[in-house]
């Protein structure tokens, strides 16, 4: 038996200019941190003669050109896993179309089981790159590239997208007393709303490639905002990241009609005026998580709480993706 878990992410500056569609004309530039929520992968060895791959669904086949799940079906075929008698199961701590990234840590949760199945060492990047195959240029996903790499190498990560494909990256220079003061300070707190990622980043996707003026310079100042952002981060100016990221929210939601609605926007409202300093909607937009950066935590709660919103805590993930169990 093979137990992987792979870590969720949140963004925290330059969010959009990972997709292919704008970094391969302008390279991209984004940080994000990977947080103690995982998706887990179990690879066991059987008696039957068929793949039993269980998620939200159970499927039993015989050939894994004949599985539905794509992103099953395509790994197994990339790392050559192709014997039966094999049982392949999935779990997540937070549900998929949340804007956590979970897509990505399926992914690669499932690529680290599969090589290890194999018996073969994997470097984060090549985690990462063979995720990104999978997703956007097997199965045509109109998606980024940070979910995949910032699970595979989790921590809190800077990622400069070149135009020919390759991804630098490397540790965010933080101190660790500002480390620690933005793990307390920042908040999540689920929509009640889960969505495609896919269906609002297509319009992004579309726009870009057609040179749309507004949605380019849009992406640029969001790039330029996350070179900011790293830099307060690393100066330890952490009021100053949580005005970067409301300016953040303000030009995101710019960029798609779905992006938030009259509720998100009155809950966004509602926080600001109880002790944020700053906060957007995780993700590709449209549902998920809202997350907020406020040094008066307890009058956020309560806030938020009065509105009816979950907050789920975390803290940030330094492992990456990672075997938990072989045996």
């Not at 068929?50 to 499927?59: D, F, G, P, R």
């Not at 997540?92 to 194999?118: C, Q, V």
């Not at 926080?271 to 950066?293: C, R, T, V």
């Amino acid at each position: 038996m093979i137990i992987t878990r792979s870590p969720l992410r949140i963004s925290l500056g330059g969010g959009g200019t990972d997709l292919p569609s704008y970094y391969q004309e302008h390279s991209g530039f984004l940080i994000a941190a990977a947080i103690d929520k995982y998706v887990y992968i179990t690879l066991h060895r059987t008696f039957v003669d068929e793949l039993i791959v269980k998620y939200s669904k159970l499927e039993r086949v015989r050939r894994v050109s004949e599985i539905e799940h794509p992103l099953i079906r395509e790994a197994l075929q990339l790392v050559g896993v192709d014997a039966p008698y094999l049982e392949i199961t999935s779990m997540a701590d937070i549900p998929a179309g949340t804007g956590l990234g979970s897509s990505g840590s399926f992914t690669t949760a499932l690529l680290k089981a599969l090589h290890a199945w194999k018996m073969n060492l994997v470097h984060p990047a090549q985690l990462a790159e063979q995720a990104c195959e999978i997703e956007i240029d097997r199965l045509g996903e109109p998606i980024g590239k940070q979910d995949q790499y910032i699970a595979a190498y989790g921590g809190i990560t800077c990622f400069k997208f070149m135009p020919d494909g390759r991804v630098d990256a490397w540790p965010l220079k933080i101190s660790e007393e500002t480390r620690y003061n933005l793990e307390a300070n920042l908040l999540l707190f689920f929509t009640g709303y889960s969505r495609s990622a896919s269906s609002i980043l297509k319009e992004q996707k579309t726009k870009t490639l057609a040179a749309d003026k507004a949605m380019v310079e849009n992406l640029h100042f969001v790039k330029e905002l996350g070179k900011q952002s790293q830099r307060a981060l690393e100066n330890g100016d952490l009021r100053e990241f949580a005005h970067l990221m409301d300016i953040h929210w303000q030009r995101k939601k710019e960029r798609a009609g779905n992006m938030s609605n009259s509720q998100i926007n009155e809950w966004y409202d509602h926080a600001m005026g109880n002790g944020a300093l700053g906060g957007k909607l995780i993700g590709a937009g449209g549902g998920g998580f809202l997350m907020f950066y406020g040094e008066d935590k307890g009058r956020l709660r309560h806030a938020m709480r009065e509105k009816g919103l979950v907050e789920i805590r975390f803290r940030f993930d330094f492992e990456g993706t990672k075997i938990v169990a072989q045996s």
